[in-house]
């Protein structure tokens, strides 16, 4: 839950508009992590801003994710397609900026109040590096220690939250390499998620490079994606848990010996990164780590078995990173259905129970939604393992079985049907059809297929959810208060063909041809819509309470206009904020972001919109300067709430744009 603190107003801040009146001894409502809270709800119990009020919302400040004291040179260019989602606390925004440096902006204001730079820097330009979409923050309560953790490059640093600067007995010299400590040498470390700090120990994960086509080196041997606690004080590695687990460890039986190999597969597969962030449970001191696939994403020949932990939820205890339990969504998975976003801690209220249940909901790729017993492990619901078919990739591994939630249903298309290609008009689904025709097709779960180069042969599978689709790194919100979940999710199809690498430096023989983009008729998508959508789902009873379009997708196309068609949907990537009695919800920008299917109009949109909480009618829109990006947050101070959402747009550099009420 949000933070909420008394403060007394700042001194000498110039506002750049006036504020709404509040009591003398006005509260701060704070937004401490990325999602909020270590639950990742993105839930805040303000509602200044609400049905009656929301029309009156307008734009009081913007900054540049780069600001201009900080740019390198006057012809500098922010990124266009920042996901970056500020912090709030004590009256300041703590951001990544687009250099991938750390700074503190003036909440009510936007002005940028301290900027990072490296020890021995100071006063010179920094050269840029990955920015990540968030920090951390962590205070003590014993004393007036409180920090801004964040990875910058390959370190992990702490800074003084108040000045930005940075701790000189943090690590070595005031950062910790994160490149050190891992089972074996890594020469390059990235992370582009933000830290999760639960009790004295921040969480980090990994991103180590997943993505592989015939015309790139495909390794069997990539860097593990381990996850790692460090002492929020020090900097110390005090646990690391391997997602690939090691002889003796629990798990390890599901890494066998692949053919031709002379050891087993757990010895030198990598990935299986956390490259989302974790969430937790700070009672019990549990964090849940949403792991990724193993090196390679759609080729698993080298790595034969079910390879645990991949594409699992699984519970550690943040003090030692000892395993709790476990849950493994994909067997031996070849889809690239990544866990792609915390799940959600949240207490729900099931039938016949007279006490809460303390559950954590998990949403995926597939369109699913796993509801478990944050504390065992145990499905609130039966999960079934129901049989899946195999395919034609030589050497491949094919699990017999998949996971499949009997409750909530999903929220999305699941497999790829006739039934379900576009039917507008008889011309565009006699065009699908022919489409359609080329792939190979078939439900949740058909794996990827060999690319026939003969005539009149498949190119390969048509994946439903596709790699970006489904529940993607927005990921979803829960209103604690209800246990209802909010989940935004893409309507998009990836093509999965396997054929021989073409790179001289390979030693995987068999690849992914492409991560291609699939051309529906006259550049409308396959299947039917709605492309982008809002569905809430009642955690109580495992159903869906409504599901509606997220805006108006291409129903202005020249083939469609006439046919007075209702919201189609727009297919950005998008993530939602809930409040008291609203969701808030963008359409996503349409630069820089992976969408694996062309839509007349762009993936993104510049609408923000508020939905009724109980409904999902659309209570308010308004036309941003350029799309969201990222997450938006809200907070309050001295009386007055905020929205901040992070635009772009392909020519428009990324910004924080704050919103609130007039004077």
């Known amino acids: 839950m949000p933070i909420w603190r008394g403060r007394a107003a700042l001194a000498a801040v110039v506002m750049f508009c006036g504020l709404v009146p509040a009591p003398a001894a006005a509260q701060d409502v704070e937004w401490r992590s990325y999602?909020?809270?270590?639950?990742?709800?993105?839930?805040?119990?303000?509602?200044?801003?609400?049905?009656?009020?929301?029309?009156?919302?307008?734009?009081?400040?913007?900054?540049?994710?780069?600001?201009?004291?900080?740019?390198?040179?006057?012809?500098?260019?922010?990124?266009?397609?920042?996901?970056?989602?500020?912090?709030?606390?004590?009256?300041?925004?703590?951001?990544?900026?687009?250099?991938?440096?750390?700074?503190?902006?003036?909440?009510?204001?936007?002005e940028l109040l301290w900027h990072d730079l490296p020890p021995g820097r100071d006063g010179e330009p920094f050269t840029r590096v990955r920015q990540t979409r968030g920090v951390a923050y962590w205070d003590d309560p014993q004393s007036d220690d409180a920090r801004v953790l964040a990875v910058v490059g390959s370190s992990l640093v702490a800074l003084n939250a108040s000045t930005g600067e940075r701790y000189p007995d943090f690590g070595?010299?005031?950062?910790?390499?994160?490149?050190?400590?891992?089972?074996?040498?890594?020469?390059?470390?990235?992370?582009?998620?933000?830290?999760?700090?639960?009790?004295?120990?921040?969480?980090?994960?990994?991103?180590?490079?997943?993505?592989?086509?015939?015309?790139?080196?495909?390794?069997?041997?990539?860097?593990?994606?381990?996850?790692?606690?460090?002492?929020?004080r020090t900097g110390r590695q005090v646990w690391i848990f391997h997602t690939v687990p090691q002889e003796g460890e629990p798990g390890n039986e599901t890494w066998l010996t692949a053919i031709n190999e002379d050891r087993a597969s757990w010895e030198y597969t990598g990935n299986t990164n956390?490259?989302?962030?974790?969430?937790?449970?700070?009672?019990?001191?549990?964090?849940y780590l949403p792991l990724s696939t193993p090196t390679n994403d759609y080729y698993g020949g080298y790595r034969p078995g079910d390879n645990l932990f991949a594409e699992s939820i699984v519970c550690l205890d943040a003090r030692t990173g000892e395993?709790?339990?476990?849950?493994?969504?994909?067997?031996?998975?070849?889809?690239?259905?990544?866990?792609?976003?915390?799940?959600?801690?949240?207490?729900?209220?099931?039938?016949?129970?007279?006490?809460?249940?303390?559950?954590?909901?998990?949403v995926s790729k597939q369109a699913f939604t796993y509801v478990f017993d944050r504390a065992?492990?145990?499905?609130?619901?039966?999960?079934?393992?129901?049989?899946?078919?195999?395919?034609?990739?030589?050497?491949?591994?094919?699990?017999?079985?998949?996971?499949f939630p009997t409750k909530p249903p999903p929220f999305d298309q699941q497999g790829t049907a006739i039934d379900d290609l576009i039917d507008f008009t008889p011309e565009l689904r006699r065009d699908a059809l022919e489409v359609f025709e080329q792939y190979v097709t078939g439900p949740l779960f058909t794996p990827p297929s060999l690319v026939d180069r003969e005539p009149g042969g498949t190119k390969g599978t048509l994946q439903m959810p596709g790699v970006v689709g489904g529940a993607d790194w927005g990921g979803a919100a829960v209103d604690p208060e209800t246990g209802i979940l909010y989940v935004p999710s893409v309507h998009s199809e990836s093509v999965?063909?396997?054929?021989?690498?073409?790179?001289?430096?390979?030693?995987?023989?068999?690849?992914?041809?492409?991560?291609?983009?699939?051309?529906?008729?006259?550049?409308?998508?396959?299947?039917?819509?709605?492309?982008?959508?809002?569905?809430?789902?009642?955690?109580?009873?495992?159903?869906?309470?409504?599901?509606?379009?997220?805006?108006?997708?291409?129903?202005?196309?020249p083939a469609l206009r006439d046919l007075d068609l209702p919201k189609l949907g727009q297919p950005g990537r998008v993530s939602p904020l809930v409040t008291k009695s609203l969701v808030f919800l963008g359409e996503g920008?349409?630069?820089?972001?992976?969408?694996?299917?062309?839509?007349?109009?762009?993936?993104?949109?510049?609408?923000?919109?508020?939905?009724?909480k109980a409904t999902g009618d659309v209570v308010w829109e308004k036309t941003l300067p350029g799309g969201t990006t990222a997450a938006p947050m809200t907070y309050m101070v001295d009386g007055r709430q905020y929205i901040v959402v992070t635009l772009g747009w392909e020519d428009m550099p990324s910004e924080y744009v704050a919103l609130a009420l007039p004077d």
């Open 35 to 110: 999602g909020s809270d270590a639950a990742s709800s993105k839930y805040s119990p303000l509602d200044q801003i609400n049905a009656d009020t929301v029309g009156d919302l307008e734009i009081v400040w913007r900054q540049s994710v780069v600001p201009e004291a900080i740019r390198p040179d006057a012809d500098f260019t922010p990124p266009i397609a920042s996901q970056n989602t500020p912090l709030m606390a004590d009256g300041r925004l703590y951001i990544s900026t687009g250099l991938g440096t750390v700074a503190a902006l003036d909440a009510t204001t936007g």
């Open 496 to 557: 999965i063909g396997i054929v021989e690498s073409e790179h001289p430096r390979s030693d995987m023989r068999l690849v992914v041809e492409t991560l291609a983009t699939l051309q529906g008729p006259n550049e409308l998508p396959l299947f039917k819509p709605p492309y982008g959508r809002l569905v809430a789902i009642d955690l109580n009873r495992g159903e869906i309470l409504w599901s509606v379009a997220n805006g108006d997708g291409p129903r202005d196309h």
């Open 274 to 287: 956390m490259w989302a962030w974790p969430s937790a449970d700070e009672e019990l001191g549990y964090v």
């Open 376 to 403: 065992t492990g145990d499905p609130i619901w039966p999960i079934e393992e129901r049989p899946v078919a195999a395919g034609n990739v030589p050497g491949e591994w094919y699990a017999e079985t998949q996971p």
């Open 589 to 612: 920008g349409n630069a820089g972001v992976v969408v694996l299917n062309n839509v007349y109009g762009g993936a993104g949109g510049k609408m923000f919109r508020a939905y009724d």
């Open 172 to 232: 070595d010299g005031g950062e910790v390499d994160l490149r050190e400590g891992f089972r074996r040498p890594v020469e390059t470390f990235g992370w582009g998620s933000a830290p999760l700090v639960v009790g004295d120990i921040v969480v980090i994960g990994s991103f180590m490079t997943d993505v592989t086509n015939a015309s790139m080196p495909a390794l069997k041997e990539m860097p593990p994606g381990d996850v790692r606690g460090f002492d929020v």
């Open 323 to 362: 395993l709790v339990w476990y849950f493994q969504a994909v067997h031996h998975g070849i889809w690239d259905y990544d866990f792609a976003a915390a799940p959600n801690v949240v207490d729900i209220r099931l039938p016949g129970r007279a006490e809460p249940v303390r559950a954590l909901a998990a």
